[in-house]
T-cell receptor
Framework: GQNIDQPTEMTATEGAIVQINCTYQ??????LFWYQQHAGEAPTFLSY????GLEEKGRFSSFLSRSKGYSYLLLKELQMKDSASYLC?????????FGTGTRLQVFP | DVKVTQSSRYLVKRTGEKVFLECVQD?????MFWYRQDPGLGLRLIYF???????EKGDIPEGYSVSREKKERFSLILESASTNQTSMYLC?????????????FGSGTQLSVL
């Protein structure tokens, strides 16, 4: 079957670093996406990894290990506006499969 | 700015009604998708389309149908709405580049079936 696991909720303090993990077991793999979704809004694209390693984009970085079926999203210098849900999604053979999302709350 | 527009932000319908959810994108994308999003279940794919007049079932197509008569428009139809179809419905589109093509989402339609 297809399975994508990520923590349901996380909390962190403004200015800190937080790592959101995602593990997956899928029948196929053509890449992994991270999306950000603020409450009541559309998900928006953050990152895409298809090869092992770290992709850095400003305060956000995403890591992938295909052999371990594992990814993480790293958020540095947290800001209040980073409070949102973060969705991990794996591109299986022909479509995206989403995890249930991690709700991150950033406190002052 | 690229845009995926869903016709209604909130919708309240009665059990048994036929419901149409409309989605329009202005990016000339080939691919369009309908998801529903429920707490604790994440986004689940209902139907998708890679071309005009073409449709493919996603993971949870039961109780739904779709229509794609024009490239920019993808409609989701609930033939006879039921209370378990109360959910947030998200439309998305992407270009035909391949697995690395990101999705652009609409703002969603919160449907309540009473």
């Amino acid at each position: 079957g297809q399975n994508i696991d990520q923590p349901t909720e996380m909390t962190a303090t403004e200015g800190a670093i937080v790592q959101i993990n995602c593990t997956y077991q899928t029948s196929g793999f053509n890449g992994l996406f991270w999306y950000q979704q603020h409450a009541g809004e559309a998900p928006t694209f953050l990152s895409y990894n298809v090869l092992d390693g770290l992709e850095e984009k400003g305060r956000f970085s995403s890591f992938l290990s295909r052999s371990k079926g594992y990814s993480y999203l790293l958020l540095k210098e947290l800001q209040m506006k980073d409070s949102a849900s973060y969705l991990c999604a794996v591109y299986n053979t022909d479509k995206l499969i989403f995890g249930t999302g991690t709700r991150l709350q950033v406190f002052p | 700015d690229v845009k995926v527009t869903q016709s209604s932000r909130y919708l309240v319908k009665r059990t048994g009604e036929k419901v149409f959810l409309e989605c329009v994108q202005d990016m000339d994308h080939e691919n369009m998708f309908w998801y529903r999003q429920d707490p604790g279940l994440g986004l689940r794919l209902i139907y998708f389309s890679y071309d005009v007049k073409m449709k493919e079932k996603g993971d949870i197509p039961e109780g739904y149908s779709v229509s794609r008569e024009k490239k920019e428009r993808f409609s989701l139809i609930l033939e006879s709405a039921s209370t378990n179809q109360t959910s947030m419905y998200l439309c998305a589109s992407s270009s035909l580049g391949g697995a690395n093509e990101k999705l652009f989402f609409g703002s969603g339609t919160q449907l309540s079936v009473l």
